[in-house]
């Protein structure tokens, strides 16, 4: 799996079997089309792989690869557009913001003739924000970054809703992370763009965020850690016994709530 791009022809990768994937191992996909190096193992387990191609790279790997899902979802999907939210842009991500799924552009629109402002954040998505928290400390729990822009009209947006009295209301915990991590102690944003390892877990004050729109997520996750922070632990766990009494549904596909 392609993770992050490091530039000439490089991307880190997770790998399987990773056993046989030691450095200097030779790959290659679609009777040579493409074909690959271990160049380093790194200390996480990863792989840093320089490819080698003719050619447009991500046009190669939209004949020879396939989408990454989650391991519940266990049929392939014939469109991959189902795993992407309607407002997607920039190529990055491991896995899809899935609160965002959600949303229509009609929705979207009759949520902007309501008088409310739309704006946008990018996070490329890791694998590390699914990884399930085994220390027992917990802060010893190690993020894994991510790298996240936002653009000085979303900047704008958000910080005149806030000197309006408005509520900032963000669409899954990728958003929240992103504004929390660029957000100044007055709730204030500037345009930004770099790596976030931020970890929110209770006790985290939110400087920007009020509001959150996400899925019900995998216990001891970071993510299930993060709307704790922000609705009470006691409370999150009534909901789940709600959503558990009722047959809800998790995770990608699955049902959602508005935290505020």
């Given at each position: 799996?392609?993770?992050?791009?490091?530039?000439?022809?490089?991307?880190?990768?997770?790998?399987r079997?990773?056993?046989?994937?030691?450095?200097g191992?030779?790959?290659?996909?679609?009777?040579?089309?493409?074909?690959?190096e271990v160049?380093e193992?790194?200390?996480?387990?990863?792989?840093?792989?320089?490819?080698?191609?003719?050619?447009?790279?991500?046009?190669?790997?939209?004949?020879?690869?396939?989408?990454?899902?989650?391991?519940?979802?266990?049929e392939?999907?014939?469109?991959?557009?189902?795993?992407?939210t309607?407002y997607?842009?920039?190529?990055?991500?491991?896995?899809?913001p899935?609160?965002g799924?959600?949303?229509?552009?009609?929705?979207?629109?009759?949520?902007?003739?309501?008088?409310v402002?739309v704006?946008?954040?990018?996070?490329?998505?890791?694998l590390?924000?699914?990884?399930?928290?085994?220390?027992e400390?917990?802060?010893?729990?190690?993020?894994?970054?991510?790298?996240?822009?936002?653009?000085a009209?979303?900047a704008?947006?958000?910080?005149?809703?806030?000197?309006?009295?408005?509520?900032?209301?963000?669409?899954?915990?990728?958003?929240?992370?992103?504004?929390?991590?660029?957000?100044?102690?007055?709730?204030?944003l500037?345009?930004?763009?770099?790596?976030?390892?931020?970890?929110?877990?209770?006790?985290y004050?939110?400087?920007?965020l009020?509001?959150?729109?996400?899925n019900f997520?995998?216990?001891?996750?970071?993510?299930?850690?993060?709307?704790?922070a922000?609705a009470?632990?006691?409370?999150?766990?009534?909901?789940?016994?709600?959503?558990?009494?009722?047959?809800?549904?998790?995770?990608?596909f699955?049902?959602?709530?508005?935290?505020?």
């Open positions: 799996m392609l993770l992050i791009d490091r530039g000439e022809k490089t991307w880190e990768c997770l790998v079997p990773g056993k046989k994937l030691r450095t191992a030779q790959l290659s996909f679609g009777d040579g089309q493409l074909t690959a160049a193992v790194l200390d996480n387990g990863n792989r840093l792989v320089r490819f080698q191609y003719e050619g447009i790279f991500l046009e190669i790997l939209e004949q020879l690869g396939k989408m990454p899902l989650p391991p519940y979802i266990k392939e999907l014939q469109d991959g557009e189902r795993y992407q309607v997607s842009k920039e190529v990055g991500s491991a896995a899809a899935t609160a799924l959600h949303f229509t552009k009609e929705l979207l629109e009759s949520i902007e003739a309501m008088g402002r704006c946008y954040v990018t996070l490329h998505v890791g590390g924000t699914f990884r399930p928290v085994k220390a400390n917990i802060d010893d729990h190690e993020m894994h970054s991510e790298y996240c822009i936002v653009s009209e979303t704008d947006t958000i910080n005149r809703t806030k000197r309006e009295g408005g509520r900032v209301i963000c669409v899954g915990t990728t958003s929240c992370r992103t504004i929390e991590s660029w957000a100044g102690e007055d709730g204030t500037k345009e930004s763009a770099g790596w976030t390892n931020i970890f929110i877990y209770p006790g004050q939110f400087k920007a009020d509001c959150l729109i996400t997520h995998l216990p001891e996750s970071t993510l299930i850690m993060l709307i704790s922000l009470g632990r006691e409370q999150v766990l009534a909901a789940y016994e709600e959503a558990v009494r009722k047959r809800y549904r998790f995770f990608s699955g049902d959602a709530m508005l935290i505020y």
